[in-house]
């Protein structure tokens, strides 16, 4: 039978924070940093300070989100606009059917890819941020050098998409290294 005081040494603990199982000699917490023997008000400390990073937390996820969204707007606008230039072309008996199909054709591969990276910006969030931000910059590239106006055409909407991928982008580097710093 083993001594009552050799059981208690050897009993894992669970730390108080996040119910992880830790030694007990252990003095923090190896997953989540609560300071397990520390004195009542470390471990306050430690508490009130994981409850404002959730705080900034959640405020670079709505950013994040919201950028995430844009990709969304950013897929249907292209589809429309697609749409729309098709129909305005068609309805003008202009014949450019060699021309009209194939923009068509790639307004819905660039609303295709814009509605994949918001698909892939809830899992990787920088990744998929920066790539459509880069996507959208060379269209916007692109269409400048076709036509210079094109720059100036709806450029409220397109300083508003240049806001939101910023700061998105922003927002998740920065919950990218809170996340690393804090080992969340």
């Not at 068609?90 to 698909?119: M, Q, T």
Request: charged share 20%; proline share 3%; with cysteine.
């Amino acid at each position: 039978m083993e001594n009552s005081s050799v059981a208690a040494v050897n009993r894992p603990l669970n730390c108080t924070y996040c119910n992880t199982a830790v030694a007990q000699p252990d003095n923090f917490c190896i997953t989540c940093g609560y300071p397990i023997n520390g004195t009542e008000e470390d471990q306050r400390f430690f508490v009130s300070e994981r409850n404002a990073l959730a705080i900034d937390l959640e405020d670079h996820h709505k950013k994040v989100n919201q950028a995430g969204k844009s990709l969304y707007w950013l897929a249907g606008a292209t589809l429309v606009w697609g749409f729309i230039q098709y129909g305005i072309t068609a309805s003008k008996g202009i014949d450019n059917g060699e021309l009209d199909k194939p923009l068509l054709l790639v307004n819905i591969i660039l609303a295709a890819l814009y509605l994949g990276l918001g698909l892939w910006s809830r899992k990787k969030p920088v990744a998929a941020l920066v790539s459509g931000f880069s996507l959208y910059l060379i269209v916007q590239i692109l269409g400048t050098i076709g036509d210079p106006a094109y720059l100036f055409k709806g450029i409220i909407i397109k300083i508003l998409f240049v806001g939101y991928f910023i700061k998105g982008i922003k927002s998740a580097m920065e919950a990218e290294r809170l996340k690393k710093q804090y080992y969340i």
